[in-house]
T-cell receptor, first 113, second 113 residues
Framework: GESVGLHLPTLSVQEGDNSIINCAYS??????FIWYKQESGKGPQFIID?????DKRQGQRVTVLLNKTVKHLSLQIAATQPGDSAVYFC????????????FGPGTRLSVLP | DSGVTQTPKHLITATGQRVTLRCSPR?????VYWYQQSLDQGLQFLIQ???????AKGNILERFSAQQFPDLHSELNLSSLELGDSALYFC????????????FGPGTRLTVL
C-alpha cells in the first residue's frame, strides 16, 4: 500500500482559493462513500458522505461529487482556510456482507498564507 | 470530539511484550472497528465487532485479538510485539454495521522498542 506519511500526494492551495481533492475508488458496486479529514496526531474526522444514488452533495463549504462511470470521487472545499490543512481520505463501502470500508491512501492539503 | 474514547493515548513497550488497547464507542453505537495506521501501510482495517460478536475480519495478525464486552466497549490485545507493530491504532464506532458512518477515536500511539 501507499505510504501515508512520507509519500502522500500533496495539494498546495492559496488561502481563500477553492480546493479540489480527487479519489479513485476500486469497486463499481460500492454504494456509500465518505470523506474524512485527519489532522496531525488526531483521528480521522467525518466531513461528508454520499450514497451511490446521488451525484452531488453539499455541506458547509464542502461539496462531494460522485462519478460512477469512471469510479471517481472528489471533494471540493470552498474558500480554503489554514484550518483545512490536513490529510483527506476517501472511503468506499463495498456492498458484500462482511466487507468494510476501504480507505484510499489520502491526499495532504497544504494551505499557503 | 467524535464521542469515541480510546486509552491510553500513548504506549511505549518492548519487543515480545503484550499490551491492551481500550475503546469506548459513541453512546448508542453497536459496532466497533479497529484500524492500524502506519507510515508504510496507511489506514488498515483489522476487525469489527457488532453487539458483542465478531462481524468482519481484515488484515489482523494471529498475534492480535479483540473482543467487545456486554457494555459495548472493546479491547484490542497485541502480543509478542515486534518493532513493526509500532503504529497508530484507531477505534471507530457506528450505529449498526455495514454502510453506517464510522466515527473515529483519537487513537493510541504504540511504540515498540
Amino acid at each position: 500500500g501507499e505510504s501515508v506519511g512520507l509519500h502522500l500526494p500533496t495539494l498546495s492551495v492559496q488561502e481563500g482559493d477553492n480546493s479540489i481533492i480527487n479519489c479513485a475508488y476500486s469497486n463499481s458496486a460500492s454504494d456509500y462513500f465518505i470523506w474524512y479529514k485527519q489532522e496531525s496526531g488526531k483521528g480521522p474526522q467525518f466531513i461528508i458522505d454520499i450514497r451511490s444514488n446521488m451525484d452531488k452533495r453539499q455541506g458547509q463549504r464542502v461539496t462531494v461529487l460522485l462519478n460512477k462511470t469512471v469510479k471517481h470521487l472528489s471533494l471540493q472545499i470552498a474558500a480554503t482556510q489554514p484550518g483545512d490543512s490536513a490529510v483527506y481520505f476517501c472511503a468506499e463501502n463495498p456492498p458484500a456482507y462482511g466487507q468494510n470500508f476501504v480507505f484510499g491512501p489520502g491526499t495532504r492539503l497544504s494551505v499557503l498564507p | 470530539d467524535s464521542g469515541v474514547t480510546q486509552t491510553p493515548k500513548h504506549l511505549i513497550t518492548a519487543t515480545g511484550q503484550r499490551v491492551t488497547l481500550r475503546c469506548s464507542p459513541r453512546s448508542g453505537d453497536l459496532s466497533v472497528y479497529w484500524y492500524q495506521q502506519s507510515l508504510d501501510q496507511g489506514l488498515q482495517f483489522l476487525i469489527q465487532y457488532y453487539n458483542g460478536e465478531e462481524r468482519a475480519k481484515g488484515n489482523i495478525l494471529e498475534r492480535f485479538s479483540a473482543q467487545q464486552f456486554p457494555d459495548l466497549h472493546s479491547e484490542l490485545n497485541l502480543s509478542s510485539l515486534e518493532l513493526g507493530d509500532s503504529a497508530l491504532y484507531f477505534c471507530a464506532s457506528s450505529l449498526r454495521t455495514q454502510g453506517d458512518t464510522q466515527y473515529f477515536g483519537p487513537g493510541t500511539r504504540l511504540t515498540v522498542l
